[in-house]
């Protein structure tokens, strides 16, 4: 088994006037490839700050992170960019999708980054993702036009149709009630499965954790790892 | 492609606002138009009148200097020359101090230079041997003013006379006269008391061809009649030079003209020679006054210059404030749809996209609504154009000149002037250049709202953009 993440002595320091905060304090932490790891904890004890950090959104104050062998710290923010349109696919909370887009226009701009020649291809990609999350009957919607639970499976098609290696998401049932939940979280892990991916998911909703093979716990920045 | 289909759905959804910024653009734009077309209309009436003042042709027109009242004008008899005093006993006239009683009713013919002082002919072939000059042509330009004395000061009747040279009839204001009826002048009319009067002036006086007007005192034949470009002040008759300058005095006090004329038209070789050909002409003639079409055109007044003013200041900062405007509602406009935006870019970015394609985007969206605020200025620009055709009164144009005279009254000396009033239709016109101008003026409006919107999402950091909604 290969190490896709290695994290050694990350910090991340904000500064907010005369405040400062750490919001990421010394995390140690190795993730296999392929491997489920969910991460607890409450609100604003720096759970989402931890996954800007491992998605390439932000940069540690202090420490290393590795991903795939490469310090994410150490990057350009060009590189940095690459790294996120080649090797990452985010998921989040509110969705966020481009409202005025449809449904597979969404998937479409995660592929724009990757200058996929031929719009044929492109619409081959967009329209295997859509499936493989069970709405190939909604290509055309707008998101006002679909619920939750659709709209969030249209951000998972986006996050997978550049086949990354790891799968970031952000509470992402975190809107969702609790039978659309389910099927979200069975959805990702049948995806996680079939597809090999690595997958970092933040939530603070015990029936989603359990789900995963390992399970860290982050208390005021610090991060522990439970069996 | 994808581009555009963002653009348009963007578009699309923020309606509104985007034709609230397109209109803003484009009543700008629009009033860029409208001004520059009044303006350009306002200058082609003024280059018209200029060209009616000034002679088909004529580059320079040098003219005798302005001649000054009489020594003497404070007090009837006291100089030399001859003047008219009017007084409580009546008029009288007096001629190197000899004053002769005029009774009620005697009318005073003069032909004379009123506005100029007399230059030598010689001088003519003179100003023709200057380098860069390709032809001259000598004129007298008078006034034949008629007084009937009277109890009561009356404003005399004046009419213009052109003394022309009819060797020469390309240069002078006879140059743009056509016969309407009767005949030009042959050369053998050079020597004849024949005259061409302007058609609007014999239609004015019920004078025909074959008629007679009395010019000076002496009767001149009416050959023909002559229309002048509208908005000209032309002169109302022409006469040959040699018999204008037999009949005429240099003014009501002065001696004969006969070897003199008081204008001089000048064609230069090329326009940048102009200033080379005055200076030249300057040094040959110190006295004389040097006239060029901008010089010519601070002398005219009345509505059109009223016009002019108009459109040059006021419309200009008009529309430039309006342009101010509508650049800041852009930018603020555009700043505040970038704010909303903040967690869409911001997901662009975590999903891959380059800072520099996201701003491509917005600024695409801005230029859009720069290129919509252009074509809808464009057509207020033709509407505006076509309003001021419909509605803007008919100009006038008024050159005031002095007549020479000078006369006595109880109530002190006056010096009466003469002036042509003319009518001067206006046309606002669109021109290319006007709307390639506005059209990158509104393209830049869009592109500086998208540039501040650009600037805005350049600082955008993707962890702050999610951060803030999630």
Known sequence: MTTMYELTSVSKVYHSGTRTVEAVKGVDLTIDDGAWIAIRGRTGHGKSTLLNLLGGLDRPTSGQLKLDGRDLGRLSDAELTRVRANAIGFVFQTFNLVPTLSAAENVEAALIPLHISGAAERRRRVAAALDSVGLADRARHLPSELSGGQQQRVAIARALVKEPKVLLADEPTGNLDEETRDEIIALMEKLWRERGLTLILVSHDGAVVRRAQRLAVMTRGHLALRS | MFFFTYLARELRRRLRQAIFIALGLAIGVGLVLTVTAAAA?????????????????????????????????????????????????GAQICTDGKCHALKNGYTIDNLGSASYSPISAASVSKVAALQGVTAAAGGLLLTDNQTTISSTPTQPTSFTVDGADISKPKLGPLSQAAVSSGRAFTAADANKNVALVDKNYAASKGLKVGGTIKIGGTAFTIIGLVAQAEGS??????????????????????????????TIYVTAAKSTDLATVQHEIAKLLPTAQITTPSSLASQVTGSLTSAAKLANDLGKWLSILVLIAAFAVAVLLTMAAVARRVREFGTLKALGWRGGRIIAQVMGESLAVGILGAAVGVGLGFAGAAIINAIAPSLSATLTQPTGLHMMTPNGAISPTTSHTVSVPMYASVGVTAISVAVVLALAGGLLAGAFGSWRIGRLRPADAIAKVG
């Not at chain 2, 060209?51 to 404070?74: F, H, R």
């Open chain 2, 41 to 89: 209309g306002v200058k082609n009436a003024q280059a018209g009148v200029l060209q009616g003042l000034y002679g088909v042709g004529t580059d320079i027109t040098v003219t005798g200097a302005a001649p000054s009242p009489p020594k003497g004008l404070s007090g009837p008899s006291s100089g030399k020359g001859t003047q008219i005093t009017m007084g409580p006993d």
């Open chain 2, 233 to 262: 002040s032309p002169p109302n008759v022409y006469v040959p030079l040699a018999r204008a300058q037999a009949v005429a005095t240099s003014g009501p006090t002065g001696g004969s003209l006969k070897n003199d004329i008081n």
